[in-house]
């Protein structure tokens, strides 16, 4: 099984290997997180409450909260995606004027600037 940097394109290993760009991680993605690896989907070295502070430290990241007007604005986003979390993703980053980086398809249909990380 590929590691989560095997799976990046290298534009996007690049960026987040750098130190030029300003990166936040959501609520959103550490709620997934927890979620996939309670159910078993998900393997960490550690549990995410210890895995996702140290990489967020490791790599200068910005924790993004989930506020009352994030969750408001999913609700006018159109339905092309069904996944919670990335609706929410998706809304963060057209409330806060941030780039979604993403491999996930279904939001190119979003009016959301995206930075593409798929292979």
């Known amino acids: 099984m590929a590691g989560p940097a095997e799976k990046l394109n290298s534009q996007a290993q690049s960026l987040l290997s750098g130190n030029e760009a300003e990166l936040y991680l959501s609520a959103a ?3 997934e997180i927890s979620i996939k690896y309670a159910l078993g989907k998900l393997e960490l070295p550690q549990p995410p409450a ?15 909260a989930i ?3 994030h969750a408001f604005a ?10 919670p979390f990335d609706r929410m ?17 279904l939001i190119k249909q ?5 930075f593409w990380c798929g292979r």
């Not at 999913?74 to 996944?83: A, K």
């Not at 993703?89 to 398809?105: F, M, N, S, W």
Request: aromatic fraction near 8%; avoid cysteine; charge should be negative.
């Open 29 to 31: 993605s550490s709620w």
């Open 50 to 64: 210890r895995y996702v502070p140290r990489r967020l430290a490791d790599f200068a990241i910005q924790a993004l």
């Open 67 to 69: 506020t009352h007007e």
């Open 74 to 83: 999913t609700m006018s986003l159109p339905s092309h995606h069904d996944d």
């Open 89 to 105: 993703l998706i809304a963060q980053a057209r409330k806060e004027d941030l780039v979604l980086l993403t491999a996930d398809k």
């Open 110 to 114: 979003y009016s959301v600037e995206i």
